[in-house]
């Protein structure tokens, strides 16, 4: 579904991926490994688009990303890439309900069908009693399953996720790695997730090592 070749990036002086060629199939997760500066970040940038590569190309389902337009790539963005973070970034002043909603709204989807979407969502993760929550009322692992279900609002192809439990305790973090699984198996979800996580890595359906700059 998403093939990189040979793709370079540095930042100044400083060479971060060195010729990186990798191919992501649909219905699988994938988690990317390395140490601290290792360039993983930066490679999920790159493969969702959030950064151009200094050489090397992108192709999603043997479209070349580097052909799109601006306008093009930011719609491409929203349709088919979902993201979560570390620090789900949710927006303080809405509730959980019209959090997970932005991105259709974004996408022009209509009111009616966007919220009665996410409300199959928040429910499908557990959280139907809190929809009309403000983050601030929610526990860590619940935002992050509000920051799930806003990446999976608009039924993207590909989820990335830079250290998604890096910020969770135990429980939480256990909770949020069952549940992405369960979205690949009970959904047919794809994954990229950057993570420190070896034992979550160990799970995953491939495991893409980075070091110095290139897939080991």
């Keep these: 579904m998403i093939k990189a070749e040979n793709i370079h990036k540095s ?4 060479k971060v991926l060195k010729g990186i060629d990798l191919e992501i199939p649909e219905r699988k997760i994938y988690s990317i490994v390395g ?6 970040t930066t490679l999920l940038q790159i493969l969702g688009t959030l950064s151009k590569p200094d050489s090397g190309d992108i ?6 990303i580097s052909a799109m337009s ?10 088919e890439i979902g ?4 620090f789900h970034h949710l927006l303080p002043e809405f509730t959980a309900l019209e959090n997970v909603c932005i991105p259709a709204f974004i996408a022009k989807e209509s009111k009616a069908k966007t919220e009665a979407k996410a409300k199959e969502l928040l429910d499908f993760l557990g959280l139907s009693e809190r ?3 403000k983050p601030s009322e929610l526990s860590g692992g619940e935002k992050q399953r509000v920051a799930m279900a806003r990446a999976l609002i608009n039924d993207p192809s590909v989820i990335m996720a830079d250290e998604p439990s890096g910020n969770l305790d135990s429980s939480n973090r256990d909770e949020l790695h069952d549940l992405l699984f369960k979205l690949r198996d009970e959904l047919g979800q ?6 420190h996580d070896d034992h979550f890595a160990e799970r995953s359906d491939r495991i893409i090592q980075i070091k110095d700059g290139v897939i080991e």
């Design 11 to 14: 930042f100044g002086n400083l």
């Design 35 to 40: 140490a601290s500066g290792a360039g993983k």
């Design 59 to 64: 192709y999603f389902r043997d479209k070349k």
């Design 70 to 79: 601006e306008k093009q790539l930011a719609a491409f963005r929203n349709r």
């Design 83 to 86: 993201f979560v973070f570390q």
């Design 131 to 133: 929809m009309e929550h």
């Design 190 to 195: 794809t994954f990229i997730i950057v993570t």
